[in-house]
């Protein structure tokens, strides 16, 4: 298996993701996913366009709430000021006060700086309905240093596309999402300057890119505080942010949690084009966004399924992290939620994921346990093969986890340290003789 992967070239992996990832169906036609394309470059930049008009909203209301708190600290020094004057120039003082104030307040002669949109625009500024967004396209190229383009040309919707399956925006008020959305904003930025550069290798085209463009696109989105980035992270972070925030409105009820960025940034690496690398992480996000639910139902789920192996395959280490209340896994926790990436090199991590959306690819297509005999592979595909990689790690580990460690704290420490000491081979195969004996059983 690692000779397949190893010096794989990137724009092979960038035609084979889409697949891989659910975008397009593997019997389609050229024709169909040209059409698939286009459809899906014009919802990303309908949503590219309204993150842009909520960014304005944004700024707009946070330089009005400035103006009023400079107002406020104007009017508290002319009090002062009247406070200590005669009083017959207390009436003239309150007087003026009073008209500069309807002065600012009603002059309409002047618009606000930065006006995102006339006032009737402003009640659907966070409107989903997808069918009325449709009547919009820039027409342009998704690349982000063109964001700042807000074309409006219209095109009607691509027929015989595939239908998305959007998640459910169940009990989500229009204001929420306005006020999730600026935390999300604010937390997507952090995260985005904050990544790392292990990327950097795998991509050259994107390593070279100038400073002029990478400026081009940290403005288009409004990051700021990357002067001490250079210019191929400050293109890559803009690219992070754009493709977070549509994520974001695409999918409210999950919104942006810190962990998504690192799911996201390897897929950018590979994947150019923001509108192709946006409906990718999508296709990942579907199985992926569990992870991120504020009730953790998810991780509760995958990590039961992790004792379930651990407790099947080796009952004496099941036994011991039962002595040390740990048989619950959570010292796995984040190996789950960010699926291996932080304890896996950029390379090996995407190894580990190509091998585990092809077995998702290969259960879309039908190919179940009986058809994977017939063509005499060792392990049927599965679902979770995941969490047999992560039960697999912990095995590889029984020995020093049962001598050595006397709490789950311990065991946690370990797990944490793990970046770079893996083999993600060894990994696999384990994990595959794990699914080969225990797969019918979990």
Not at 92 to 107: C, I, M, N, P
Request: with cysteine; glycine share 4%; charged share 30%.
């Amino acid at each position: 298996m690692k000779e397949l992967w190893e010096g794989v070239d990137p724009s092979i992996r960038a035609e084979v993701w889409p697949f891989l990832l659910g975008v397009y169906n593997l019997n389609s036609s050229k024709a169909e996913r040209e059409a698939i394309k286009i459809q899906n470059r014009k919802e990303y930049e309908n949503l590219r366009r309204r993150c842009r008009k909520l960014l304005k909203h944004v700024d707009n209301s946070q330089k009005k709430t400035k103006e009023a708190d400079d107002s406020k600290d104007g009017e508290s020094d002319i009090l002062n000021e009247v406070l200590d004057s005669p009083a017959s120039e207390d009436v003239s003082a309150r007087q003026s006060l009073s008209g500069d104030e309807r002065s600012a307040e009603y002059d309409d002669s002047v618009p606000p700086s930065n006006s995102v949109m006339e006032e009737d625009d402003r009640s659907g500024l966070i409107n989903m309905d997808s069918t009325a967004a449709d009547t919009e396209s820039s027409g342009t190229e998704t690349s982000i240093e063109d964001d700042n383009e807000d074309s409006d040309v219209t095109q009607s919707a691509t027929e015989g596309s595939e239908e998305k399956t959007v998640p459910p925006k169940e009990n989500i008020s229009e204001g929420q999402i306005l006020e999730d959305f600026t935390t999300w904003q604010r937390i997507i930025r952090l995260d985005a300057i904050r990544a790392n550069d292990e990327w950097i290798v795998y991509s050259p085209a994107q390593a070279t890119v100038s400073k002029a463009k990478s400026i081009r696109a940290a403005q288009a989105v409004g990051l700021k505080d990357y002067d001490h980035l250079e210019p191929c992270r400050i293109h890559h972070a803009a690219r992070l942010v754009a493709v977070l925030e549509a994520y974001a409105l695409y999918d409210p009820e999950t919104g942006y949690c810190q962990g998504m960025s690192d799911l996201l940034s390897p897929i950018l690496a590979v994947i150019e084009e923001d509108h192709e690398a946006f409906w990718c992480f999508v296709g990942f996000m579907k199985k992926a966004r569990h992870n991120f639910r504020l009730d953790e139902v998810g991780i509760r789920r995958q990590l039961n399924t992790v004792s379930k192996i651990i407790k099947s395959k080796d009952s004496h280490l099941y036994r011991h992290l039962e002595k040390l209340q740990a048989e619950d896994c959570f010292f796995v926790y984040r190996m789950v939620v960010v699926l291996f990436r932080r304890e896996l090199s950029f390379e090996q991590t995407v190894c580990l994921w190509e091998v585990m959306w092809a077995d998702q690819a290969a259960i879309r297509a039908g190919i179940g346990k009986s058809a994977w005999g017939r063509i005499r592979q060792r392990a049927p595909p599965t679902e979770d093969l995941l969490l047999y990689a992560i039960a697999a790690c912990v095995l590889q580990r029984r020995k020093l986890i049962i001598e050595k460690y006397s709490s789950m704290d311990e065991i946690l420490r370990e797990c944490n340290s793990m970046a770079g000491q893996l083999d993600v081979w060894k990994l696999l195969d384990d994990a595959h003789d794990l699914v080969v004996g225990l797969h019918d059983k979990i």
